[in-house]
């Protein structure tokens, strides 16, 4: 079983980590919510999260994927935990995939994993990591795949699910959601 780390923090952004925890369930993944600590998460609207766990439970664990939410502060607090930075540095030296969506992508700058790779964010997310965002609504270079915000969390977590498990997963994900 496919396994997906989504690491949220206070002030994470709802709409896109809800997105992805819903629609990678969907698609069979088996989904770690790990708050910076083993506490509730007062996300960026007022919606309260109750991860599975915090991030020192996770030991040494390896994941198939490590996904992002947006949303401030909770993009700056990822950005600054030095556990999720090795996290990601030692997911990308495995030749395992992240994902980032909204003003997470700065996490991923912040370990290194955008160096020379065409990356997407909110306006402004990137501003002062040296890497320019492309502006598109998603993006997937390689073992990186990026989002611009919560306005494409669905077909971020759709382009997420088609990477991990291929065309024939998103579709039966797609299908029963009825977006067209």
Do not use: W
Not at 65 to 71: D, S, V
Not at 110 to 123: D, P, V
């Amino acid at each position: 079983m496919t396994s997906v780390l989504v690491p949220v923090a206070e002030g994470s952004e709802e709409l896109e980590a809800v997105t992805m925890i819903d629609l990678f369930r969907r698609a069979g993944f088996e989904v770690t919510v790990a708050g910076q600590y083993n506490a509730p998460v007062t996300c960026s609207r007022g919606t309260r999260l109750v991860p599975d766990c915090g991030l020192d439970d996770l030991g040494d664990r390896a994941f198939d994927l490590i996904a992002i939410p947006g949303g401030l502060p909770g993009a700056n607090h990822l950005r600054d935990d030095e556990r999720l930075i090795r996290r990601l540095r030692d997911q990308a030296a495995a030749g395992r995939p992240s994902a980032a969506i909204c003003a997470a992508p700065k996490v991923l700058a912040r370990a290194g994993l955008l160096e020379g790779r065409r990356a997407t964010s909110f306006t402004g997310a990137l501003d002062g990591t040296g890497v320019e965002s492309t502006g598109t609504a998603l993006e997937v270079d390689g073992p990186v795949i990026t989002g611009r915000g919560p306005g494409v969390a669905m077909d971020f977590s759709l382009a997420v699910i088609e990477e991990l498990a291929g065309r024939e997963t998103r579709e039966a994900v797609e299908g029963p959601l009825l977006r067209a």
